[in-house]
């Protein structure tokens, strides 16, 4: 037993003695209110962490802390200052009653947050409860965003834990489609129209695809097209790494290699300007590759699935041109997929806003659409000629002749933000659930309004920012 207890002792201070080569600590325990942008954003990354991180704050806890929180109540943020989080639980040797689940859940259905289903503890009952306590954890870096310096917080955990291997995730399956033509259906919108020898999703407003932004002559070209020597160390370590598993402890030496560059690679971005972060960030998850674009129409046949994209034209953007220089005949080529939460926005009164990025999204689901409550929906253009767009819809029976379209020019406004509250405001009701993708610039102020004025929190405020 003694002999076990020093390897496990041995072991620790290895582990212990490597986090402190790997990983730089902020240890200190200052708390200094936010301010700027930060302070604004604060309510924002309260909002997201107790939505979508509370099951995050507890790796963050078991990473950075020796304090354990109770496995049936998730912890929460109870403030956020520029060094650091501190983080409320209850301890894991507290006994809870069951009066305490049951408030849960009527705080769940009296905020009508029917598509956040969470069986922990409120947020509130967390902060409210007796044998709460709180613990102060810092950021890992300093010179950043707040909301970056969560992402580092949380990411950096999930290393040490071993429950990710690498930053950059493998690529999922790729779906290949053939162009049989293009065509601008506004001055600004242009249509792909698409083949595929693969099911599509039927149905599902908000399924977009990440295209590459490249073409194949034909599938296996992407070989030759992939390359890249930045790519150069990924491609030598896939034709060793089935050799390396043949040796003895070949799969843990491969799993400790991957972790092992994952922390090296963390570490250099936190050390890099803002700038040069997101550039390299963007470079390692292969972002300057690809640009998601919603499957906008689908019409099944007898041979084939046939796919309409459309994509706004701004010149000079990669997508742009992309997207311009596409012809009859092409192949291209998606590696992932994603859904919006569009399709969920139906709670009460909706609010639907959009810009010319987002309308395919905003119009796929206007089409699909099965509340008898008719949506208030907002279209920002920089074009009068691009709110055409929605001419062609072929809507259901409930919103036809009844859904109105507010339209707003970008160039008759100098506070586009303001000008969409204004709208709103004029509408004159209690908005339930709102979905929105505009500009970097303007979606805070958006969605802070429907937050304070409205009471919108969490997944039924899905106000974001579709490009910088």
Known sequence: MDILASISKAKKLAVEAGNRVFFTSFDGQQRTPLTGDDALSKADLFDFIHTYCRRDLDNILQV?????????????VAEIYQQGLLIQYIPADVVLDDAIFKASSKSVQDNNEAINKDNSVSVENIKQHPSSQTVFVPFRIQDASIDERFYYLYY???????????????????????????????????RLYLKSDVTLPDDDAGFAY???????????????????????????????EPKVKQL??????????????????????????????????????????????????????????????????????????????LKAGDIIYADNDYTETIKNMTIGQPLLICDETSMPSVTAVLERWHSDV??????????????????EMLLPEVLQDKLNIIYINTSETDNLAQAVIEQIKAQDKQIDCAWGAIGKADFKPIKAYLREEHGLKGKINRIRAYWV
């Open 64 to 76: 950075f802390t020796d304090v354990r929180s109770h496995k049936q109540a998730l912890p929460v």
């Open 156 to 190: 950096e955990a999930l290393i040490r834990l071993g429950k990710i291997e690498e930053v950059r995730p493998d690529k999922a399956t790729r779906h290949y489609f053939a162009v049989t033509d293009t065509q601008f259906v506004t001055p600004n919108m242009l």
């Open 210 to 240: 990440r295209f590459i932004l490249t073409t194949l002559n034909k599938k296996g070209d992407e070989q030759k097209i992939d390359f890249n020597i930045r790519k150069l160390p990924m491609q030598v370590w896939q034709q060793l």
């Open 248 to 325: 003895p402890f070949g799969t843990r030496l491969i799993n400790t290699a991957k972790k092992q560059g994952s922390i090296l690679f963390f570490e250099v971005l936190k050390r890099l300007p803002e700038a040069q972060r997101e550039k390299l960030e963007s470079t390692a998850t292969g972002g300057d590759e690809g640009r998601y674009y919603t499957l906008r129409q689908l019409k099944a046949n007898t041979d084939a699935y046939l796919g309409e994209v459309d994509i706004y034209i701004h010149e000079g953007s990669p997508g742009s041109e992309w997207a311009k220089s």
């Open 374 to 391: 008719i949506p208030i929906v907002i279209s920002i253009t920089n074009d009068d000629a691009d709110f055409s767009y929605f001419d």
